[in-house]
């Protein structure tokens, strides 16, 4: 597949600059589309992965073109939803020894600094998982979505990936079995608010 140019935030950024005069220098709000994003994960169960995802709950964005410092993300999940892999697998993230959903139904995310990096951007962020807030980074990268045209920035897609350890969080349960390096995979489609 291919995927459009302007690959990332500093790129976006560069080659979409016009003069102030356009009107396009102000930071935009953006919203998601649920049914198109992937909120995806993966650990370590043995010699297996299990993989699942996430649902959104909400999700408040504003991209700043020209001043990538500006802009801002907050999302919520809906640990709730989860799904994963493995059948048993789903059931277990949610017990109380992980993701203990029934005291904490949903995770969040509120970016605290979002600085280019190479071709995309990196994003520093609060996680708050189990009601236990830590710090996480996360590399992004964004760009047009198929059927928009050079400049048209009002639908994107970003992805955003890292890496977590649910230790951190006191998601420990069944530790000598399923890894505590959690992979973040995110893929957010995203539109231009009205």
């Given at each position: 597949?291919?995927?459009p140019?302007?690959?990332?935030?500093?790129?976006?950024?560069?080659?979409?600059?016009?003069?102030p005069?356009?009107?396009?220098?102000?930071?935009?709000?953006?919203?998601?589309?649920?049914?198109?994003?992937?909120?995806?994960?993966?650990?370590?169960?043995?010699?297996?992965?299990?993989t699942?995802?996430?649902?959104?709950?909400t999700?408040?964005?504003?991209?700043?073109?020209?001043?990538?410092?500006?802009?801002?993300?907050?999302?919520?999940?809906?640990?709730?939803?989860?799904?994963?892999?493995?059948?048993?697998?789903?059931?277990?993230?949610?017990?109380?020894?992980?993701?203990?959903?029934?005291?904490?139904?949903?995770?969040?995310?509120?970016?605290?600094?979002?600085?280019?990096?190479?071709?995309?951007?990196?994003?520093?962020?609060?996680?708050?998982?189990?009601?236990?807030?830590?710090?996480v980074?996360?590399?992004?990268?964004?760009?047009?979505?198929?059927?928009?045209?050079?400049?048209?920035?009002?639908?994107?897609?970003?992805?955003?990936?890292?890496?977590?350890?649910?230790?951190?969080?006191g998601?420990t349960?069944?530790?000598?079995?399923?890894?505590?390096?959690?992979?973040?995979?995110?893929?957010?489609?995203?539109?231009?608010?009205?």
């Open positions: 597949m291919s995927i140019t302007y690959r990332g935030l500093f790129t976006l950024a560069l080659a979409l600059a016009v003069a005069s356009a009107g396009l220098t102000k930071p935009l709000t953006y919203a998601m589309d649920t049914s198109g994003s992937i909120i995806g994960f993966a650990t370590d169960f043995g010699q297996t992965p299990i699942g995802t996430m649902p959104v709950l999700a408040d964005m504003v991209l700043d073109f020209e001043q990538v410092a500006n802009s801002r993300v907050l999302v919520s999940l809906n640990a709730n939803g989860a799904t994963a892999s493995l059948p048993f697998a789903a059931n277990a993230m949610k017990a109380a020894g992980v993701l203990d959903t029934t005291r904490h139904p949903k995770l969040t995310f509120r970016s605290t600094r979002i600085t280019p990096k190479g071709e995309g951007a990196h994003v520093m962020g609060e996680l708050t998982i189990r009601g236990v807030t830590r710090p980074a996360l590399d992004a990268t964004i760009w047009r979505q198929q059927g928009t045209q050079a400049g048209d920035r009002s639908r994107l897609t970003i992805r955003l990936t890292g890496t977590i350890h649910r230790s951190d969080y998601a349960g069944w530790a000598d079995m399923v890894g505590d390096e959690v992979r973040l995979d995110i893929r957010a489609r995203v539109h231009q608010a009205p």
